[in-house]
């Protein structure tokens, strides 16, 4: 295929929005206070908000929106067979080399076409590849030993493959159907990198949609369609998005078509989420080491067989990161810089922020009333420190669509001045029409 142009980026994008998520309580290193722990993030304030809204437009599109697509939250910890059926314990993982000048380890399949060390620099200094296993390893019960071994599962599909029976029998689904999942998942991954792209620990969002086999390409397709408009519909540039199909030696072995969603980040095309024809591999798999019928019998056919399995498959933190450098603005207003965040506002973490002109007495009391009055229908912000100038900046950084500012008329005329974020216009509208006039504003 084509290469895709790609647009400019700011080569300092990464960086900006890595020091606005400290700043703002987006994300932070995990156990800073020891010096981190690598490739490890905590989310905060902000970043457990946004994250859990990206989780849920996900769950809305995928599942709430869809009648022939149902939910399951299965075990991190399952019995290892489900691990040497799948073949993650014989072929989950990754070539690894060794820099003899400097002794970092990398990837080779990550390595620059020179082949010089990423760190060093030294050229014909990398070991042999070796292959490396990506599951994190642990033990069960009291005594370390063979018969205790359990692994933290490097994927949420398998929990749905072996549930297929269950599911389909307990919510009386007929194939064409998924079974959508959002969930952690772990990876000993040897070269983490750029923030929370790569990490060891991070979560996922997947669906496994069984099909007759006869509509297995046809699904792929239209699931390949579908996942690329999702982001489209939430806001990131067309022009920084692409579905690169897979070329016959980057397939797995039980893939019959595999398609990326690719995000144009600061350092170039990077995979937003995977969509795979997966076959009948997994369930075949999990038939032939359990024993169990994972077959389905379509009574109106008279026929039975293993469903073939299509599997969008998105990263939660890859697509916040995706959300946030795409979002990222900076622009000039009355001889200032303004930081700012273009976010949909169904991934914004906060939705309005009730603002105070000052920290009059005769205006808290107010806004402290106006502020109940929102919370049980949006997640809100009350700020009264620093001038209000400041606050509309500090609510522009974090993505928040709408500011009510109460002001001393309003003590007068009861009605508030609403700011917009992404024009800076101002609206008045009366209190009692406030909640009425948000929601129709804001989406969900």
Same mark, same amino acid.
């Given at each position: 295929?084509?290469?895709? +142009?790609?647009p ?19 994300v932070?290193q995990?156990?800073e206070? $020891? ?10 304030? $902000? ?6 809204n ?9 599942v ?16 290892? @067979? ?13 070539p ?7 002794k ?24 042999e ?5 990506l599951?994190?390893k ?22 749905i ?6 599911v ?10 998924g ?6 998942a772990?990876?000993?991954?040897i070269t983490? @990198?750029r ?16 099909v007759?086999p006869?509509e ?9 369609a579908?996942?690329? @408009? ?10 920084? *998005? ?8 980057? *397939? ?20 937003l ?9 997994d ?5 032939e ?5 994972l ?10 067989y293993? +469903?073939h399995?299509?599997e ?11 959300? *946030?450098?795409?979002? $990222? ?13 273009? *976010?949909?506002p169904?991934?914004? +973490? ?11 007495? @005769? ?14 229908h ?9 001038s ?18 109460i ?24 209190i009692?029409?406030?909640?009425t ?8």
């Amino acid at each position: 295929m084509s290469e895709t +142009p790609e647009p400019a980026r700011d080569p300092k994008l990464l960086d900006k929005v890595i020091n606005l998520c400290k700043r703002r309580g987006f994300v932070f290193q995990s156990s800073e206070i $020891y010096g981190g722990f690598g490739s490890t993030y905590d989310y905060g304030p $902000y970043g457990a908000l946004m994250l859990n809204n990206v989780k849920a437009a996900w769950w809305r599109s995928m599942v709430q929106l869809r009648p022939d697509v149902v939910g399951l939250d299965a075990a991190i910890l399952m019995a290892p @067979q489900v691990w040497d059926a799948s073949g993650h314990l014989a072929s989950f993982t990754d070539p690894l080399v060794d820099c003899r000048e400097c002794k970092e380890r990398f990837r080779e399949d990550l390595l620059p076409e020179s082949g010089a060390c990423p760190h060093c620099g030294a050229k014909g200094s990398m070991t042999e590849a070796r292959h490396f296993n990506l599951m994190f390893k642990t033990f069960v019960g009291p005594v370390e030993d063979d018969a205790s071994v359990a692994y933290l599962r490097p994927e949420t599909a398998q929990g749905i493959f072996v549930n297929f029976k269950n599911v389909q029998g307990a919510a009386r689904m007929k194939p064409p159907f998924g079974i959508a999942q959002v969930g952690k998942a772990f990876r000993n991954e040897i070269t983490p @990198q750029r923030f929370v792209f790569r990490t060891r620990e991070f979560e996922q969002m997947e669906l496994e949609f069984f099909v007759p086999p006869d509509e297995g390409m046809k699904w792929w397709e239209y699931w390949c369609a579908e996942r690329l @408009q999702w982001y489209v519909d939430l806001g990131i540039d067309e022009s920084r *998005l692409r579905l690169r199909q897979h070329d016959a030696d980057e *397939l797995s072995h039980y893939s019959a078509g595999t398609a990326d969603v690719e995000y144009l980040y600061p350092w170039g095309w990077g995979e937003l989420e995977g969509i795979a024809n997966r076959t009948d591999y997994d369930l075949t798999q999990h038939m032939e080491r359990s024993g169990e019928d994972l077959t389905y019998f379509d009574q109106e056919t008279d026929t039975r067989y293993v +469903p073939h399995v299509i599997e969008p498959s998105a990263g939660a933190t890859r697509s916040m990161i995706a959300f *946030l450098m795409d979002a $990222y603005d900076e622009e000039e207003v009355r001889g200032e810089k303004r930081t700012l965040l273009h *976010l949909d506002p169904r991934l914004a +973490p906060v939705k309005v922020a009730v603002l105070p002109l000052s920290r009059n007495e @005769q205006l808290i009391p107010t806004a402290a009333e106006i502020g109940e009055m929102l919370r049980p229908h949006f997640m809100i912000d009350e700020d009264s420190a620093g001038s209000i100038g400041r606050r509309y900046r500090r609510q522009d950084e974090i993505g928040t669509p709408l500011c009510v500012t109460i002001d001393f008329d309003t003590l007068d005329d009861r009605a508030v001045t609403i700011r917009d974020r992404d024009s800076m216009g101002q609206e008045r509208i009366p209190i009692d029409k406030l909640v009425t006039y948000l929601t129709e504003r804001l989406p969900t």
